[in-house]
């Protein structure tokens, strides 16, 4: 009988701790309510439904395309930059370098005059290895040169992450590493490298926290930072 209470404490307590273990992952991961909608919201499925959007949008030849994941997509780039061509936003949340690849068709339709390429962070949370995320980064540059010869492509750098606000599932010691890779591929194909990741970052490396509340993602004052140095490649004539 002592023995089965002494197992019924032992199962109680380890019960108790995981649930705590559990609750502290939930709100490291931005609350229980943050968890809930990722659970209700397949990122395929957004991808997929954003895709079909873009699609049936009319074309809108020589305009400036700002492409990549949900850093991109949380900007209103149109109001950003109002002045000149047409501004369309190509941003899709959870969208990495495998699935971005696969959209182009949809970019090229415009013929853009510029293209501002941002992509990378999700393929590292996702957990791919930074040559298999450069390997699909240089195919999307090609297919880019390929496909839309006039067009000036300017690859900006992967930002960094701050995961003392929260933790985001990336480290900065791999976007250092995946933006040398990025470097090297603009090299190679001789088009402009953005370091948009510097001006946003602290003394020790990361998204300093005045710029981010979820420690990925910019709020408006991280926004006007990256506007600031791209500016003059977007209204160059």
Known sequence: MLNMKRLLYLSLFF???ALGAAGFAV????GFRYVLIRLQHSTEGLHHHRVQHFERLPERTGSIIFLGDSQTEQAEWHEIFAEGPVVLNRGISGDYTEGLLE??????RHKPLKIFLLIGINDLVFGNSVPEIEMAYRAIVKKIRTESPDTELYLQSVLPVNNGVRKVGAKNEDVLDLNAHIIKIAHDFTVPFLDIATPLKDADGNMAAKFTEDGMHLNGLGYLVWKKEIEKFVQEK
């Open 27 to 30: 709100h490291r991961l931005g």
């Open 103 to 108: 959209r182009l068709p949809e970019i090229f």
């Open 15 to 17: 019960n108790l701790l």
